[in-house]
Structures are given as structure tokens and as C-alpha cells.
């Protein structure tokens, strides 16, 4: 349970605050998400999060916070128009907007800490070790989509020369069968005039004297 604090917000807390929630804009989350996120790493409560938020730390960002909404809009089109195949564009608009976004704010020294700093710093570091370890997933599927694209044109090449031997064996077949049929459509018409030859030549037979009487 997140612990509750009565002591006053240092310039560090402010940061904090202002950190995580302009990172929850960026990537399409709630504020409250981002109020309890900064609850749990600073010890308070996350209404008393969000009291601070919009009371006082929110004025000193509302350039920021603009900009964070616009890498949200932008974030979201290119993950509707492009997938995750350009996670590294996202990373670098989203970085150089974000260096814009603490320029516009005019952050001092006075105002930052060198642990600040420091945080911010290592924050960023393991964002972009996230985003270099999408990018080699992302690359990892895409040999292996490409691959599997190679496999399946290796085989579609093999069945369309398949095919198209057993196409030219259907023909051979298929001339052979007609040859077949017109052989034996002569076969059966030499037959056929045989036959009328044979009933068109006199018969004879030998009768009881062995005379040779001629059959009608």
C-alpha cells in the first residue's frame, strides 16, 4: 500500500511527476495510471498525485504536455498505418519531440538536480534499449517471414513444373487414345466390307452324286 507522506514536494518529486505523466500522454495512458505510477516510486498517495498535478505542476508544462499529445496522434497513425515495422521512427520522433518538449519548458539548472538528470537519463536509456530490442525482433520475423516467402515460391515453381508435365502426358495420352480409335474405326469398316464381300460370292454344295449344286 502506498505510503502516505505529509511533507512538502521538493523540485525532484516535481520532475518525477512530471516525468511519468507526460510519458503516459506520449504512449496513450491515463493519468491516473501515471498518478499511481509516481505513488508507488515516490511514496504517496495518487490522489495526492493528481492534486499536485493539476494545481500546480501542470501549468509549468502545458507546452510539453501539448507536445505529448501530439506524439500520441502521431504514435497512433503510424501504428495504424505501418504495424510495427517502424518502431525505430517512432523512437526518434517521439525522442526529438520529447528534447523539444524540456527545451520549451526552459528547464535551469537551478531547477534540475544532478540525480534528476541522472534518472532522466537512465530513462531514457532503457527506452531505447526496448525499442533496439523490438527492431532485432522485428527484423528476427521478417528474415523468417522472408524465408517462408522463398519456401513457398520454391514450391510453387515445383508444382507448376509438375503441372505442366502432366499436361503434356494428358496430351500424349489423349493423341494416342484418338489414333487408337480411328485404328479401330478402319479395323471395323475392313471388317464390315469383308463380310459383304463374303455374302456376295456364290455357294455351292455337293449333292448325293457328287455334283455341285449352286446355293441361292
Known sequence: MTAIRQDAWSEEDDLILAEVTLRHIREGSTQLAAFEEVGDKIGRTSAACGFRWNSCVRKKYEAAI????????????????????????????????????????????????????????????????????????LEKDLREKEEELDDLRREKEKLNREMSEVQTDYRVVNDDYKALIQIMDRARKLAFLVEEEDEQKPRFKMDANGNLERIE
Open 66 to 137: 501539448s507536445i505529448a499529445k501530439a506524439q500520441r496522434q502521431k504514435r497512433s497513425q503510424y501504428k495504424k498505418h505501418a504495424g510495427g515495422a517502424n518502431v525505430a521512427a517512432i523512437a526518434t520522433l517521439e525522442t526529438a519531440d520529447a528534447v523539444h518538449a524540456y527545451k520549451s519548458d526552459a528547464l535551469t539548472e537551478e531547477s534540475i538536480s544532478i540525480d534528476a538528470v541522472i534518472r532522466f537519463l537512465r530513462q531514457w536509456k532503457g527506452t531505447y534499449q526496448d525499442m533496439t530490442r523490438q527492431i532485432k525482433t
